[in-house]
Structures are given as structure tokens and as C-alpha cells.
């Protein structure tokens, strides 16, 4: 891991897991966060749940030889 996970992180992922919390992907990423990073154990205790709020976003990424990448993108939740 490359530094520590956002604040932003943990609760997207909490509300993610309380829609299947048996799924043992998820389990096992939630899990290796635990073990690895401290900061990302303090942001998991604090049970912050965040579902998206807009259904389109913007995400920028940082390429090291392109540089900034913005992409606009379209989420919706879907019953499984």
C-alpha cells in the first residue's frame, strides 16, 4: 500500500459489506486493510457508512508518465 487509505475509503466500504456481509471477497480485503494498516483500522472502528450520493462523478487519477486523467462516469446501484 502506498501511503495511508483516505478518510474517504472506509465508509463506501462499510456500506458495500453491509449489503452482503458474508461475501468472502470482501471479508478478505476488509481484513488484509486491518492487518496492514493502522490508520485504515481507526477509520474502520469508527462504523462511518457512506453510500454515493450523485450518480455522476468525476474521478481523477495521477498517471506518473500522462499525468492527470479526469473521468466522468455514471454509478447506480443494482439489487443482487
Keep these: 500500500m502506498n501511503g495511508p487509505p483516505r478518510t474517504t475509503t472506509s465508509p463506501p466500504l462499510r456500506a458495500l459489506a453491509g449489503t452482503d456481509p458474508d461475501a468472502p ?3 478478505a480485503l476488509v481484513g488484509e486493510l486491518l492487518l496492514k494498516s493502522s490508520h485504515f483500522a481507526k477509520l474502520w472502528e469508527r462504523y462511518d457508512v457512506k453510500g454515493r450520493t450523485s450518480a455522476h462523478q468525476d474521478k ?4 506518473p508518465q500522462v499525468g492527470p486523467i479526469t473521468l ?4 447506480m446501484q443494482l439489487g443482487l
Aim: no cysteine; aromatic share 18%.
Design 60 to 63: 481523477t487519477f495521477h498517471h
Design 25 to 27: 471477497d470482501l471479508a
Design 72 to 75: 466522468t462516469f455514471q454509478g
